[in-house]
């Protein structure tokens, strides 16, 4: 059987806004399903290969930029430059534009203090998740 019949338990209700459910929030399975299912054709073999373009465009930008750092001799953040290809990557997949933080090696609109300040907030309200409002 494909699902968990279990209950989502409720550690997961800050990682969304109360008035707007996500899939990783939600908690009844049936309304969880409903969601799921208007995403599921975004990962379908079919969907996934049409990224590839996009995607790889964003490597050949990692790997040049890397080489720039590594022939400068320049420090850099790596895992905060490896989130800067992932938000590129998905600018291209969902917008078809990247955001440009590899290219500038900054958080270009705020995008990644925005996720880290979210985690942050929603790992601590999750042990008193009905303070979340």
């Given at each position: 059987?494909?699902?968990?019949?279990?209950?989502?338990?409720?550690?997961?209700?800050?990682?969304?806004?109360?008035?707007?459910?996500?899939?990783?929030?939600?908690?009844?399975?049936?309304?969880?399903?409903?969601?799921?299912?208007?995403?599921?054709?975004?990962?379908?073999?079919i969907?996934?290969?049409?990224?590839?373009?996009?995607?790889?465009?964003?490597?050949?930008?990692?790997?040049?930029?890397?080489?720039?750092?590594?022939?400068?001799?320049?420090?850099?953040d790596?895992?905060?430059f490896?989130?800067?290809?992932?938000?590129?990557?998905?600018?291209?997949?969902?917008?078809?534009?990247?955001?440009?933080?590899?290219?500038?090696?900054?958080?270009?609109?705020?995008?990644?203090?925005?996720?880290?300040?979210?985690?942050?907030?929603?790992?601590?309200?999750?042990?008193?998740?009905?303070?979340?409002?």
């Amino acid at each position: 059987r494909i699902g968990c019949t279990l209950p989502k338990a409720d550690y997961y209700i800050p990682f969304g806004l109360p008035s707007f459910p996500n899939l990783f929030d939600v908690q009844g399975s049936a309304h969880h399903s409903s969601i799921k299912k208007q995403f599921a054709p975004l990962y379908t073999m079919i969907a996934l290969l049409s990224y590839e373009q996009g995607v790889d465009g964003q490597t050949a930008i990692l790997k040049e930029e890397l080489q720039r750092f590594s022939d400068q001799k320049q420090v850099i953040d790596l895992p905060q430059f490896l989130q800067y290809y992932v938000f590129d990557a998905i600018g291209v997949i969902n917008v078809g534009k990247s955001m440009g933080m590899m290219e500038s090696n900054s958080d270009t609109n705020g995008a990644c203090g925005a996720l880290d300040a979210m985690w942050h907030y929603a790992s601590m309200m999750a042990y008193i998740p009905h303070m979340h409002a």
